[in-house]
């Protein structure tokens, strides 16, 4: 089974500054995708940024990067140069290859960016 | 293009009551999602339909809840003799394939807020 743990229930981040949410899970699997996704209050889901378990590289996808370290089984969400629209709960997502399609998301992570 | 539509976004309804909750997903997508929000928790899969056929229910609570897809697009939850516990955001994912890789994006929807009372 599956299982994507936040830590952090709520971060601050002042504007224009860094901040990392954290995220671990656990898989036995070996061929995996990791996911962040961004939900503001309005309440879509909006995708931000994809790893494979495969991918050597850590993925980027502008202000975005995910910090994945494998053996860790984390996959931390970097946000670089924080902006007030950035403030919104924060989901990290595993989805296994093979039969099992849908996404399973961790407990979130309220960011709040302060002017 | 039009994203993933889902109809009503709030639903309010007493206990015991029937109710139907509707997922328009992209044109073209053939994987279709169903995910249960509970306040303050990520979304919790329910169901999964690869064209008009459910690939996976194994998310779906009881049987009181169950979905068809008939034509292979639009989508509908339906849930018999609701109960308290039942009240979610339940938010519907479209995606373009369900058996390419392990990368798959998922679009969501906004979500139908239902309240049970």
């Known amino acids: 089974a599956q299982k994507i743990t936040q830590t952090q229930p709520g971060m601050f981040v002042q504007e224009k500054e860094a901040v990392t949410l954290d995220c671990t899970y656990d898989t036995s699997d070996q061929s995996y995708g990791l996911f962040w996704y961004k939900q503001p209050s309005s309440g879509e889901m909006i995708f931000l940024i994809y790893q494979g378990s495969y991918d050597e590289q850590n993925a980027t996808e502008g202000r975005y990067s995910l910090n994945f370290q494998k053996a860790r089984k984390s996959a931390n969400l970097v946000i670089s140069a924080s902006q007030l629209g950035d403030s919104a709960m924060y989901f990290c997502?595993?989805?296994?290859?093979?039969?099992?399609?849908?996404?399973?998301f961790g407990s979130g992570t309220q960011l709040t960016v302060l002017p | 293009g039009a994203g993933v539509s889902q109809t009503p976004s709030n639903k309010v309804t007493e206990k015991g009551k029937y109710v139907e909750l509707r997922c328009d997903p992209i044109?073209?997508?053939?994987?279709l999602y169903w995910y249960r929000q509970s306040l303050g928790q990520g979304p919790e899969f329910l169901i999964y339909f690869q064209g008009t056929g459910a690939a996976d229910d194994s998310g779906l609570p009881n049987d009181r809840f169950f979905a068809v897809r008939p034509e292979g697009s639009v989508s509908t939850l339906k849930i018999q003799r609701t109960e308290r516990g039942d009240s979610a955001v339940y938010l519907c994912a479209s995606s373009p394939s369900g058996t390419s890789g392990i990368y798959n994006e998922q679009f969501f929807g906004p979500g139908t807020r239902l309240t049970v009372l």
């Open positions: 997502a595993m989805r296994q290859y093979g039969s099992a399609r849908q996404l399973t």
């Open positions: 044109s073209g997508h053939t994987a």
